[in-house]
């Protein structure tokens, strides 16, 4: 634990990192807004650090589809109660979503408007099957775009 502590403080005080933690919040600014756009509510509508909170109810669902919904097209989410949720927290009416791993794979705010419009499209039209291949065709091109490990080129490992 020692030794992880700091090595997270050594990485935390280089200058790259106060630009890394930007763009995070700045990536997270840009899904929220995005999402917004499409007519999906965020919680406290916006966000000021790495996590985007979405308000399922705005488009009629609860965080346990929203989750599936999302999962069967190859992006990581979590459903998660948000205030006064109707819902019971095995349920729930949202859906958490964060910017750090993606921001890490050198993603910026015009992906993350891509990755928002993905996710309009998917949960906005989750019986559509067409839609559901296109999201996961999309998904793909960006982590093909932005690799998990970059230094083994054509190398990569086969995605789970």
Avoid: W
Avoid at 79 to 88: A, G, H, L, Q, R
Avoid at 148 to 153: A, S
């Amino acid at each position: 634990m020692i030794a992880a502590k700091a090595v997270a403080f050594g990485e935390a005080l280089r200058p790259e990192f106060k630009t890394y933690a930007g763009q995070v919040i700045a990536n997270a600014q840009a899904l929220a807004a995005q999402l917004q756009a499409r007519g999906i509510k965020v919680v406290s509508d916006g966000t000021d650090n790495h996590i985007v909170l979405v308000d399922l109810r705005s488009v009629g669902m609860t965080g346990k589809v929203a989750d599936m919904l999302v999962s069967e097209i190859n992006v990581t989410a979590n459903k998660n109660t948000v205030p006064f949720d109707p819902e019971s927290p095995f349920v729930t009416s949202g859906l958490r979503l964060g910017t750090p791993a993606m921001t890490t794979r050198g993603m910026g705010t015009e992906e993350f408007k891509e990755i928002a419009n993905i996710l309009a499209d998917r949960l906005t039209q989750p019986d559509d099957a067409a839609i559901e291949s296109q999201c996961r065709q999309r998904v793909a091109a960006l982590c093909s775009r932005f690799p998990l490990y970059p230094h083994l080129g054509d190398r990569q490992p086969a995605l789970v």
